[in-house]
């Protein structure tokens, strides 16, 4: 590869750094850019996964992420991939690869696979097992991983799911407290959920 072309594929990720969050539609082009100049590089197809993916264009970022796995044997984006398995409506899919993960991943990772399982679970229907599924030595009130308010709030929400409104607004009540950043919107879910309890006939139906 030409200084030249390093520099601009280079400058499209830098640019994907910084729009991916805000602006996912142009962190996805840029992304294109950089992936037809620079397709055998790894870190390009991780980049133009991950871009595709926070844009919501789920087959894209499974093509990339897998073709960067190929390059590099990385498993950093597992959930991701699993994620956009159960976005294209394919369940099965999306626990085939929880099931495959290497018992050393990472994680948060590996958290983030069981959460995208657990979802897995719901599509398919089996509620208890979702629950189940997320249950583990780091589901403990008192951890503040930094994974923990985004677990708190997956194990609540499945709960929900699975008609245990009393036991999810605990869990959604310790995924607040646990949200420092202020990532999820776990308070509101928990009083939202109270009131309905308290007023059922205000609840949806």
Known sequence: MSKSVADSVGGHLAAIGMLIDTDPAAALEHARFARARASRVSVVRE??????YHAGEYAEALSELRAAKRMNANVAHLAVLADCERALGRPERALDLAKEAPADLDAEVAVELRIVAAGARR???????????????????????PWSARLFYAYADNLLAAGRSDEAIHWFLT?????????????????????ALQNPEDSPT
């Open 47 to 52: 980049a133009a996964g991950m871009a595709a």
């Open 123 to 145: 599509d398919m229907g089996q509620l208890d097992a979702a629950v189940v599924g997320l249950q583990g030595d780091d589901l403990d009130e008192k951890r503040r991983d």
């Open 175 to 195: 995924a607040a407290e646990a949200d420092d950043e202020e990532e999820t919107d776990a308070a509101d879910r928990a009083f939202e959920l109270g009131a």
